[in-house]
């Protein structure tokens, strides 16, 4: 993988989405913002594996690249001076989000695996994909030890979800354009069933043991908003 040399003035951002964050809300603030053809969302599987197949010069020419991608995948269609930005959440949190949002939502592709089930019955099933979920998504390793040097030298921006108003502001700033606050989008309606017993507290911190790690990297030691050095 290799990173950005520097950071200049680009005209492009790329936002690494890690699901149930709520990062399809910031998107749509900056999407309504500016022209259609000028921004990729890549969203479901089809979109992803369209995307990484995409050529670089193809790539270049979104202001905003947006979506459920990998940072490896990003860095090898992006512009070389892009600014990369994601957000972080409670990975218990966002766990118990993404559960409920599977559960209640009947257009999600796994609705009918987990629609019957509980909250224990997800963990039990899909706790060893979900293991260090963020930090393998955001920078390709798979411990907040080897994350965290990436997340700092790689990422223009990160935020946790308590700054995403500050975020929207610096990133609308960014692209040369009025300050928006995000409102609320993709919103899960429904609550799942949460059944919870020591056993699944147990996995459950052992499966988020890294991605919390992350996220309280951000959240206490930068205040909940990391900028690069070179921009701060």
């Known amino acids: 993988m290799s990173l950005p040399a520097s950071f200049g003035s680009p005209a492009q951002l790329v936002f690494i989405h890690l699901p149930k964050t709520g990062g399809f809300a910031l998107h749509a603030a900056l999407a309504r913002a ?15 594996a369209a995307f990484r197949v995409m050529p670089p010069e193809a790539a270049a020419r979104y202001a905003l690249i ?3 991608v990998t940072l490896g995948e990003a860095l090898e269609r992006a512009r070389p001076d892009a600014r990369f930005v994601t957000l972080l959440r409670d990975p218990v949190a966002r766990l118990v989000s993404a559960f409920n949002y599977m559960a209640t939502w009947p ?8 629609r019957d089930r509980g909250f224990a019955e997800f963990i039990e099933a899909s706790g060893n ?3 260090a979920e963020a930090c393998l998504q955001l920078t390709g390793a798979d411990t907040a030890a080897e994350a965290i040097p ?5 990422y223009a921006l990160v935020g946790t979800t308590a700054r995403v108003n500050d975020v929207s502001r610096t990133l609308h700033q960014w692209l040369g354009l009025p300050p928006r606050i995000p409102g609320r989008e993709n919103v899960t309606q429904g609550q799942g069933r949460i059944d919870l017993d020591s056993a699944t507290c147990e996995r459950l911190l052992a499966i988020t043991r890294e991605d919390r ?3 309280d990297h951000v959240a206490r030691r930068h205040a909940g908003l990391m900028r690069h050095p070179a921009l701060a």
């Open 34 to 48: 500016l022209p259609e053809d000028r921004v990729l969302r890549i969203g479901d599987a089809a979109e992803q």
């Open 66 to 68: 947006s979506g459920h």
């Open 107 to 114: 257009d999600h592709p796994l609705h009918r695996e987990f």
């Open 129 to 131: 994909a979900l293991a």
């Open 150 to 154: 990436l997340l700092e030298s790689c």
């Open 213 to 215: 790690a992350l996220f």
